[in-house]
């Protein structure tokens, strides 16, 4: 048994303390808007929820209510203590009163959230804002109980630059990222060409067999794999999304995207492309050619920058090395990066007109795919920076695979 590729950065034994969310830019928006309140409804899995609340359970729906001074979560039966500690006792200081709401408890998410709001709404009004993916029954719940919806960007906005404490959960999950990549490019330099098959402990190599073997290492750290692990061989390197079984054939593209989720809700995302035994055909084009345009796309990234341009400098690249853009299928067919925090595809998007910010927390990601031969992809995960950007953890950049042993 092999044991990790070199690169792999090493990992702190404890994770780092949960972030806390500063709720003062909800309130502001309330206040602005002159709405009795802001609701926001889901479980522990539901983004904006997590990211609000910081409470980390049950897969039951509740509701965190804000005002324009106060919120309340309304903790699920049995949930109190962890709400209490979680919610209100870990609280940062930003003029935000904050408290859990238990009666009703098995009733309906929507319909606490409305009587909360009767009871906490200091402002003369029937709206109340809400995310645009709020589900459906707790929006009837809210419209039954006499509020106005309307839709706003406020979380969305919050969650575009991260605080200290998010980038160190963040740089965490990712270096663990980075050990899981290890283990597999160590698996596929130890494998040996046997005719149209990769042998690995003797056995034909599959995706399946790399993927348990990334997704263990990253368990032996304390970090899951969501069902995040895409492996693709060949023609399903092709596939963006690819999670089946596909038999790993010496000359063929490797491509390995790992993105697992932390304890505290962050995500890790990181891709490389190997080769077993090239020939130095299209796929060593392809990896010289998307190696570049990562390159280029980095040193676009800073405070300031238009995010479109970051894409449009990748594609260019691509282009003068004789790829095709914007396809459907073949070439360049999606866009160089995007936002990465208690989302794994959050705000800001690398094709929007709009400036990157400090603290934005990014991939760069250009790939070319083939669907008759292959796909290469290089993505790293970078926080933006006043003056260009910091790898949040750092991995090589290889074609063929090393084996550390």
């Known amino acids: 048994m092999s044991g990790l590729a070199p690169g792999a950065p090493e990992v702190a034994a404890d994770h780092p303390e949960p972030p806390q969310t500063d709720l003062s830019p909800i309130a502001d928006a309330v206040e602005d808007a002159g709405a009795a309140g802001f609701v926001a409804v889901g479980y522990r899995f539901a983004d904006d929820v997590r990211y609000l609340s910081r409470f980390g359970g049950p897969d039951r729906d509740y509701a965190v209510v804000v005002t324009a001074d106060r919120a309340a979560l309304t903790a699920p039966g049995l949930f109190d203590e962890q709400a209490e500690t979680e919610f209100v006792d870990a609280a940062p200081d930003d003029g935000v009163a904050r408290e859990v709401r238990t009666e009703g408890q098995r009733g309906p998410a929507g319909r606490r959230a409305a009587n909360v709001l009767d009871d906490l709404a200091d402002a003369d009004s029937d709206t109340v804002l809400t995310p645009a993916d709020i589900p459906h029954d707790a929006a009837l719940y809210l419209e039954n109980a006499g509020y106005e919806l309307s839709s706003t960007t406020a979380v969305d906005d919050a969650r575009l630059t991260k605080t200290e404490a998010e980038l160190a959960c963040l740089s965490r999950v990712q270096a663990v990222t980075c050990r899981g990549m290890a283990r597999a490019e160590a698996v596929l330099a130890a494998a040996e060409p046997d005719g149209d098959d ?140 995007h936002g990465v925090g208690v989302s794994l595809h959050e705000g800001p998007s690398l094709r929007a007109d709009t400036p990157l910010q400090a603290g934005n927390v990014v991939t760069i990601e250009p790939g070319v795919y083939d669907p008759d031969i292959g796909g290469v992809r290089i993505e790293d995960l970078v926080a933006v920076t006043e003056d260009g950007y910091e790898r949040l953890a750092s991995y090589p950049v290889r074609f063929t695979p090393v084996n550390a042993e």
């Open 198 to 337: 990769l042998l690995f402990e003797g056995e034909p190599l599959t995706t399946e067999i790399l993927r348990r073997e990334v997704d263990a290492e990253m368990a032996s750290h304390g970090i899951r794999s969501a069902g995040n692990t895409v492996i693709g061989s060949g023609s399903t390197a092709a596939d963006l999304h690819y999670t089946g079984i596909d038999h790993i054939a010496p000359g063929e593209t490797v491509l390995l995207d790992i993105s697992p989720r932390g304890p505290h809700g962050y995500y890790g995302d990181l891709t490389r492309t190997f080769v077993v035994g090239s020939d130095g055909g299209w796929e060593r084009r392809a990896f010289v050619a998307v190696e570049a345009a990562h390159e280029e796309a980095l040193t676009n990234v800073e405070a300031g920058a238009t995010a479109g341009t970051v894409h449009e400098e990748a594609a260019a690249e691509l282009t003068a090395h004789g790829f095709r853009i914007d396809s459907s299928e073949v070439g360049f067919t999606h866009g160089v990066g």
